[in-house]
């Protein structure tokens, strides 16, 4: 409410000051024309212009037909046409081009003002100079100041929209950094996830042997289960955290915690554990790039903690076979028969599955592939991961698609998150500081703003935004250069053609000094003008005459921009009969 209070004070100041400014020339002009008639000349034209002034804000069509009232005022005047108002003309029709968008109903309204402006003119019969005065001056206050109006309209709409894309950039770069710090709670609940389950699996594993050792009294046992229980408790807290940190996927972004163990180091603690694992590497080793070293780590380890959880005391095999261009990880765990300590270890929880998720979603970041399921022999994971992290873990771009076989391409649509939508990579492998370093790529702030947009690229909206307003500020621009051209070609020739007239209807005085009444028109025809002036003025024309005599008018100078006096010849038949001159001011 104060806001719009504000406005308002503001636009009535503004209308104040203009108003002001108008009358003055107003002023100004009648002082200078010393009318005789105060109402007509000053008092009306100031009070169009106190409605015209507040109307220009709400319908500036009508406040310019006003203005161009009082310039057609100006041309019923018998002195002369041009008066002040033409300087209020042109000020309400740059306020038209300024405070109108569209272009249709303001040109028609100024062509209804110059039409109006030459009907007048027609209808009064006016003289040369009152029809230059229309077809050039009032066209010229009506258009040029209404371009100009529309070309300022254009370039304060640009820089809104620029400083608008501004408080939007500015606006998504807060949403990046407030994307980080939710990727970094991601990332910690990752690592969790794959390192601190994987402990505690491993600790309620040693529990649960340690509670079939002979040598334990029933009190000993009580307390190893209790223990083991409380590991279990201790899992099932950090898979709920992990889901209250984990951010919805689809950020690629920030590095995860850096791993320093090795696989062979892993499966170590695991065997010293006492999960029964074997493992086997075959082929050459090449040098692998950090984020498919880790990506290789995860799955071992992913594996091992699951098949401990549900499967503890069963045979584990792992092989990690190395291929020219990708590495092939394959994890294979027995299934326990009914009844067997599956059932009496870590017991199933809520959460069983979130793990594999995160897993395929890594794998498929790095250009791999990822297949899980029960076949011959046991439960089987196999990972197949290229040597160097494709582009699509350098971007981001494709969404991580289902566990798919080795060797097939990933990135069609993936598993569906409890809540339904669509998972995507997991923020913690998609910008790992190996992977950063190997790729060579820099970050790109702009394209980090929407998951969609790609890298380098501004949000298409704010884009198109941008190019429409910088496409209607040029063709403005182009029409405030092109209409003047336009309006010259129509206006030029009638100038020109005006002009023409005037100059080849002049008789000068020492010629009309020569033309003696009484004699023929052949006679006198190397002494007369080309032709006859064909704009005399009322008073010239009701001039007496002699009865059935035929008048002629001619101007006795070549000024085009000052009334000069007339000379008239009234012909009977071929016969000049009298001479006269019309004085160029009227009665």
């Known amino acids: 409410m104060l806001n719009t209070r504000t406005t308002s004070a503001r636009s009535a100041r503004g209308d104040a000051a203009l108003w002001t400014v108008l009358a003055a020339a107003t002023g100004y002009g009648f002082r200078d024309a010393g009318s005789a008639s105060p109402t007509l000349d000053l008092v009306l034209p100031l009070a169009v212009l106190a409605v015209a002034v507040p109307w220009s804000r709400r319908r500036p069509g009508a406040a310019v037909a006003l203005v161009n009232g009082l310039c057609v005022m100006g041309l019923a005047d018998a002195s002369t046409p041009g008066n002040a108002h033409v300087l209020s003309l042109a000020a309400l029709c740059c306020l038209l081009g300024a405070r109108v968008a569209e272009a249709r109903r303001p040109l028609l309204v100024l062509a209804g003002c110059a039409a109006v402006d030459l009907a ?8 040369p100079v009152w029809w230059f005065y229309a077809l050039t ?38 949403l990046v950094a407030e994307r980080a710090r939710l990727t970094e709670r991601a990332e910690i609940a990752a690592d969790m996830h794959d390192s601190l389950g994987h402990a505690l699996s491993l600790v309620a594993l040693r529990a649960g042997a340690l509670e079939l050792s002979p040598d334990l009294t029933d009190r000993d046992r009580a307390d190893l289960a209790d223990l083991r229980g409380t590991i279990a408790d201790a899992v099932e807290q950090v898979r709920e955290t992990v889901a209250v940190l984990r951010d919805p996927p689809g950020r ?44 290789m780590y995860r799955v071992v380890q992913e594996a091992l903690t699951n098949a401990t959880k549900h499967a503890p005391d069963c045979s584990i095999s792992v092989r990690i076979t190395h291929e020219p261009d990708r590495t092939r990880v394959s994890v294979v765990n027995a299934v326990p028969s009914a009844g067997g300590p599956a059932h009496t270890g870590a017991g199933p929880a809520s959460g069983v599955g979130r793990g594999l998720i995160g897993l395929q979603e890594r794998v498929t970041v790095l250009g791999g592939s990822l297949r899980t399921g029960s076949g011959s022999g046991g439960f089987h994971v196999t990972a197949v991961l290229p040597h160097r992290a494709t582009t699509a873990a350098r971007t981001g771009t494709p969404a991580p698609g289902p566990v798919t076989a080795p060797g097939r391409a990933a990135g069609i649509p993936g598993p569906a998150s409890p809540t339904g939508t669509a998972r995507r990579p997991d923020p913690g492998m998609a910008a790992d500081s190996g992977m950063a370093a190997d790729s060579g790529m820099a970050p790109d702030p702009i394209g980090a703003m929407d998951p969609d947009t790609a890298p380098g690229e501004v949000l298409p909206g704010s884009a198109e935004r941008l190019a429409s307003v910088r496409s209607d500020a040029r063709r403005r621009s182009a029409l405030a250069f092109v209409a003047p051209v336009v309006a010259a070609v129509f206006l030029v020739p009638s100038a020109v053609y005006l002009a023409w007239q005037l100059t080849t209807s002049v008789l ?80």
Do not use: I
């Not at 007048?120 to 003289?127: D, E, K, N, S």
């Not at 009032?138 to 408080?167: F, K, Y």
């Not at 090795?262 to 082929?283: F, I, Q």
């Open 508 to 587: 000068p005085p020492s010629r009309y000094d020569e033309l003696t009444p009484g004699r023929p028109r052949t006679e006198l025809a190397p002494l007369l003008p080309a032709r006859a002036y064909p704009y005399p003025s009322g008073h010239a024309r009701s001039a007496p005459r002699p009865p059935g005599a035929r008048c002629e008018f001619y101007r006795s100078g070549r000024d085009l921009l000052e009334e000069v006096d007339l000379y008239r010849l009234c012909w009977s038949g071929d016969t000049l009969l009298t001479k006269d001159t019309v004085p160029a001011g009227r009665p």
């Open 252 to 295: 690629d972004t920030g590095a995860g915690l850096p791993v320093n163990d090795t696989v062979e180091e892993l499966l170590s603690r695991a065997v010293a554990s006492g999960v029964p694992v074997r493992w086997e590497r075959r082929g050459a080793s090449l040098p692998l790039s950090c984020p498919v070293e880790r990506g």
């Open 120 to 127: 007048t003119c027609a209808v009064l019969r006016a003289q």
């Open 137 to 174: 001056v009032l066209p010229a206050a009506l258009l040029l100041p209404w371009l100009a109006g529309r070309h300022w309209r254009g370039r304060r709409q640009l820089v809104r929209e620029g400083w608008r894309l501004a408080h939007g950039l500015e606006e998504r770069q807060h």
